[in-house]
């Protein structure tokens, strides 16, 4: 429960500045993560075997959207990492 405004607002989506990191959804890298005990920024184009269907690793844009949604991950877990140690 919040009393006497001991914890501050929540900031709003224009504000973000007071954001430390913005995780999006990231979707199909979880389960595959989760299969080959590896942290969703250490993924690669092996591991996405197991997300299709023929078991093919995948290749082009999927492949290319899948592997920037895990670096974004990767950078936005490296910031929160920054300030928690820097403060």
Known sequence: MIHDNLVTAV???????????SIKDFGGLAPVAHIVGKAIFDLDREDTKLASAG????TGVALDSWLARAAEYGAEIERLAQVVTNG
């Open 11 to 21: 900031p709003t989506k224009n504000d973000a500045s007071s954001y430390v990191c």
């Open 55 to 58: 078991g093919e690793p995948w």
